[in-house]
């Protein structure tokens, strides 16, 4: 097994391999007769245990009758598999590669975050976006921010999924991210007030971290999400580690990684504000705000 660098990359690939071949209705043993290889071959292959030469993954496309546009990112994504470490610069092709990352994300049983700056895309409001897409992108002219938004509320309904279960949520919030103002007037009341609301949903979970509280450890990480994926499967896939910036994004899964990130989870959970009273500093907080307008 290659364990050079970070199996995130091979993961997805794997699952993506597997979503063309049962999209085209090919059986692993019907691939496995046509590609003159093992079937346990092609399941280590969709299953990410190893790396993957662009040539094997081009063959097995052509067996499912892929496009070749996306021939060529399987190939782009099968030699990311071979690197020893995993950071993509994002550049013109943004909203490709993001796709990894929302792969993850809806592949995931639990998502654990921990925001320092802003309330997490899953969980803001339009208005709320909306000012973070236009901050960020001023040159965007209104279609292009739409699709952002349309983009970032496509990936909430990932907390009303029933089939299959939606992962559980579990938000740590700086105080600092709660009273950062928005432009329009009343429109972080508003974001506030759906915090609070959402936090009363069974697979979400919100906690605040007092800005009296002092350091927490390795708290220069910064923001940071782990994601946790399903234990009953043969071979589980490891925690991942995501941090991201406007530059690129990076994805940790190595042992000593995955400790490093559940300590800082653990000292954040030990200073945060239980779940009651997060939502009551909120609700002051938003009726702060409130008399302030």
């Not at 002092?214 to 009953?232: E, I, N």
């Not at 925690?239 to 000593?256: F, R, S």
Request: aromatic content about 8%; glycine content about 6%; proline content about 5%.
């Amino acid at each position: 097994m290659d364990d050079s660098g970070s199996t995130v990359p091979r993961r997805q690939l794997g699952r993506y391999l597997r979503e063309i071949r049962e999209e085209a209705h090919v059986t692993v043993s019907a691939a496995a007769k046509e590609l003159e290889w093992s079937t346990p071959r092609i399941w280590r292959y969709e299953t990410g245990q190893v790396s993957m030469h662009p040539n094997d993954v081009e063959a097995m496309c052509r067996v499912y009758g892929a496009s070749r546009e996306t021939i060529e990112t399987m190939r782009a994504l099968a030699r990311e598999t071979k690197a020893h470490g995993w950071w993509h610069s994002y550049g013109e092709a943004v909203e490709d590669w993001f796709k990894l990352y929302v792969g993850l994300e809806a592949a995931a049983t639990k998502i654990r975050k921990y925001e320092a700056d802003l309330v997490p895309g899953l969980l803001q409001t339009v208005e709320y976006m909306t000012e973070v897409i236009t901050t960020d992108n001023p040159q965007l002219n209104e279609a292009e921010r739409q699709a952002k938004a349309d983009v970032r509320l496509r990936r909430q309904r990932l907390l009303a999924r029933a089939v299959p279960r939606a992962p559980y949520l579990d938000v740590v919030l700086s105080e600092a991210v709660l009273r950062r103002p928005l432009r329009a007037p009343g429109a972080m009341v508003r974001q506030l007030d759906a915090l609070v609301v959402n936090s009363r949903r069974h697979n979400i979970g919100i906690r605040v971290l007092p800005l009296g509280v002092g350091l927490y450890r390795w708290a220069s990480a910064g923001t940071f999400t782990m994601l946790d994926f399903p234990t009953d499967v043969r071979e589980p896939e490891p925690t991942t580690i995501y941090m991201d910036g406007p530059c690129g994004a990076v994805y940790l899964d190595k042992p000593y990684e995955i400790q490093t990130y559940e300590d800082a989870w653990r000292s954040l959970g030990e200073r945060a504000l239980d779940a009651d009273e997060s939502r009551e500093l909120i609700t002051e907080i938003a009726k702060e705000m409130t008399h302030g307008t």
